[in-house]
């Protein structure tokens, strides 16, 4: 079936009352009924449904299921936020003394956990460039427990080339890990490219109207058949002590693996949960993720054509531009659009901060993914703690303008930026 067929009906059967809307329950804890039932649940021979809602909830079920179908993934794994999906994804794996492989262009909180907060528990980040693959086999030692990189990157709008990345870490026996907030499954699936393990920030485009703070873990199909018996692996492949020995390897039920222990473990000790009434925002969203996509895909590459023509902007980067640095990997892994994140670069400074104060119909945020139109000038905002050297080596120039293009029309996004650039 259709991303927007399966976007509408994955994951929900209608319950006793036959409602079309999935329902919200909201409730901590469920009732067992009979203390063998209890026991067997707590001894994961129920599954993990309806104990208690940090493992499981029957509205975040449906949710974790459409997604795992949207991505083309086995199981999928809800948490609170995207930067919770990314630090469980990594935990997963990664212990004191191991070395995880990351690239350059990464949205800026995943940076500052893998290079500060991981460092602290002992993780280190090994960084690469993902212009520039061929230096990843130099960092890969016996404790490399990942690879970890965007498909679109955020805020740099770089596109990888999945196959170079992939082939690398298979050849080591290394599970890849891809943040695919931006593109979202619509317009990429890397399950389905070869990567192993998904990771999102529901924030941005699946609501599509800035409601709500939530992250997803998906995985692969048969990764179950990588980590089962790989030496990288130990926690998946040694008896759980926590749970009587269980071995999670050895225990697989429907191809789901990586988000079982992630749930079992890691949810259940640290509890980054989602709220059912945040993971029945984002179902709602869900349902027109794809019909949004597409339109945020055209206006973008619209508006991105036109500014590329003006006489004020010195450089667009958007990467189904001929022009751009990542167009070749975009045709071959974007077809169906590149997604509604683009920058622009002015003469300087002054030039990019009276732009921004000229518009009108695109706000002045730090976020991405709204529906409503965002316009952000990194050097005064996100990147304004760094030297101007600093600022070079991280790409953005004085007058570098990020946009976020929204759902208005787009003939009416250009009329805006063709007067605030003209002013
Ligand atoms: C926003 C974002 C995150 C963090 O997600 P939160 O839900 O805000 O925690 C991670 N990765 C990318 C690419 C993002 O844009």
Request: net charge negative.
């Amino acid at each position: 079936m259709q991303l927007q067929t399966e976007a509408l009906h994955a994951g929900y059967e209608k319950d006793t009352q036959r409602t079309m809307a999935v329902p919200m329950y909201m409730s901590t804890a469920f009732d067992f009924g009979s203390t063998d039932f209890a026991a067997s649940s707590f001894n994961l021979q129920q599954g993990t449904d309806n104990v208690y809602t940090r493992v499981g909830n029957p509205t975040t079920a449906v949710l974790e299921k459409r997604f795992a179908v949207l991505e083309g993934g086995s199981g999928a794994l809800a948490v609170s936020s995207g930067m919770s999906a990314i630090f469980y994804s990594i935990l997963n794996v990664a212990q004191a003394g191991d070395n995880i492989i990351v690239a350059n262009q990464l949205y800026g909180g995943t940076v500052t956990l893998f290079s500060q907060t991981l460092k602290r528990l002992g993780i280190e980040a090994r960084f690469f460039d993902i212009h520039s693959p061929d230096a990843i086999e130099a960092l890969v030692d016996e404790h490399t427990k990942c690879l970890f990189f965007e498909s679109i990157t955020n805020p740099s709008i770089d596109v990888p080339n999945f196959e170079v990345l992939i082939a690398i870490a298979n050849k080591h026996n290394i599970i890849t890990i891809v943040d695919n907030t931006v593109a979202t499954p619509m317009l990429c699936q890397p399950l389905l490219l070869g990567v192993d393990v998904v990771v999102h920030s529901a924030s941005k485009y699946t609501t599509g109207q800035g409601l709500a703070i939530g992250g997803l873990i998906v995985e692969r199909k048969d990764l179950a058949e990588k980590i089962k018996g790989n030496a990288r692996y130990p926690d998946f492949n040694t008896p759980e002590v926590s749970y009587h020995g269980l071995v999670f390897a050895d225990s697989v039920v429907s191809g789901i693996l990586f988000t079982f222990r992630a749930r079992m473990v890691l949810m259940r000790d640290t509890g980054a949960v989602l709220s059912p009434f945040n993971a029945w925002l984002f179902i709602q969203g869900v349902e027109t993720l794809s019909l949004r996509m597409k339109q945020h895909s055209q206006s973008a590459l619209s508006i991105a054509q036109w500014l590329e023509k003006h006489p004020r902007v010195k450089k667009v980067n958007y990467p189904l531009l001929e022009s751009d640095k990542s167009y070749a990997n975009a045709q071959k892994y974007l077809a169906k659009g590149a997604s509604g994140l683009l920058s622009f670069e002015v003469e300087d400074f002054e030039t990019a901060k009276k732009v921004l104060d000229s518009v009108q119909i695109f706000s002045i945020v730090a976020n991405i993914g709204d529906s409503k139109s965002i316009i952000n000038h990194s050097a005064s905002t996100t990147h304004q703690q760094l030297s101007p050297e600093e600022l070079k080596k991280a790409g953005v120039s004085a007058g570098l303008i990020r946009l976020s293009v929204g759902l208005e029309d787009s003939d009416d996004l250009i009329a805006d930026l063709k007067s605030a650039l003209d002013a």
